[in-house]
């Protein structure tokens, strides 16, 4: 989806001097010298009103070539079911973890037929950590999008398909059903540690990690299927310790009993 993606400049400018500072900071001055070498020929060539134009061509320019936006491209490449129904994204930057989330974007008025576009608000810092920001992805695509949306973009994806069809199976082995951490969860899935009290609101799931309002915490009338399949990807988990409902929506899918 890389040539579908649009970036603030706003959010580019502060990610690329974020990376300088980074590797400045770490010893490497190769970046921190390349990029002040060309900002103070750019100072120099153009007038106080051009500078703001030319400086958003350089960030975007650095923003590419040192691939800070490659995260988010895998994170939504991931999902490959998904991706053919938004007509791209919209990287935008967030004040603060507040302002953070992710949203649908729909058409022009004179388009409403027009593919949405996925809206993504991220704070710059999390680019300093591309593992942890691929984690945190493929949290907020799905699980913090608002429930009606994701559930317009699973409808499209499963709707009229059994859960036996040929494609529905490729999807699954690919996407979902390829690794633990495809859902944000650790490589190697370490057991959660066993669970002393009720999950309150705000508490993290025991499988994903995140923060959630909504946990299953009855597992009884759920399919013995969906049970193995959590605990293929987290041995010491039990049913006692509960989940978040995203957590169980995605089992459910790979259970087939969605």
Same mark, same amino acid.
């Given at each position: ?9 706003? #959010? ?5 001097? &974020?990376?300088? =500072?980074?590797? *400045?900071? &770490? ?30 061509? %350089? ?12 995260? /988010? ?11 053919? =129904?938004?007509?791209? $994204? ?5 004040? &603060? ?22 809206? #993504? ?15 945190? %992805? ?6 913090? *999008? ?21 494609? *529905? ?19 190697? $899935?370490?057991? $959660? ?28 009338? *759920? ?6 399949? /959590? ?28």
């Amino acid at each position: 989806m890389d040539g579908r993606l649009a970036w603030e400049p706003r #959010l580019a400018e502060a990610v690329v001097l &974020g990376e300088v =500072q980074r590797r *400045l900071e &770490g010893g490497d001055r190769g970046l921190y010298l390349a990029y002040h070498a060309e900002a103070d020929q750019l100072y120099e060539r153009y007038p106080a009103e051009a500078r703001e134009e030319v400086f958003e061509q %350089l960030h975007r320019r650095l923003f590419l070539k040192l691939g800070l936006g490659s995260p /988010i491209e895998q994170a939504i490449e991931e999902y490959p079911g998904i991706t053919p =129904q938004v007509a791209g $994204a919209l990287i935008a930057c967030a004040g &603060g973890p507040h302002e953070e989330g992710a949203d649908l974007v729909q058409g022009k008025a004179d388009a409403p037929a027009a593919p949405p576009r996925l809206a #993504l608000t991220l704070c710059p810092e999390r680019f300093l950590d591309p593992s942890e920001l691929r984690r945190y %992805l493929r949290h907020a695509v799905f699980q913090r *999008l608002p429930a009606g949306q994701r559930e317009t973009l699973f409808s499209r994806l499963w709707a009229g398909e059994a859960v036996t069809h040929p494609g *529905l199976l490729e999807t699954a082995r690919g996407g979902i059903a390829a690794a633990p951490e495809l859902l944000g969860f650790p490589s190697g $899935a370490a057991a $959660a540690a066993p669970r002393t009290r009720a999950l309150l609101p705000g508490s993290l799931c025991p499988l994903c990690r995140f923060p959630s309002h909504e946990f299953v915490e009855r597992f009884d009338h *759920l399919a013995p299927a969906l049970i193995e399949l /959590i605990r293929q990807d987290f041995p010491g988990w039990s049913p006692d310790q509960g989940a978040c409902e995203r957590c169980v929506e995605l089992y459910q899918v790979r259970a087939g009993c969605w």
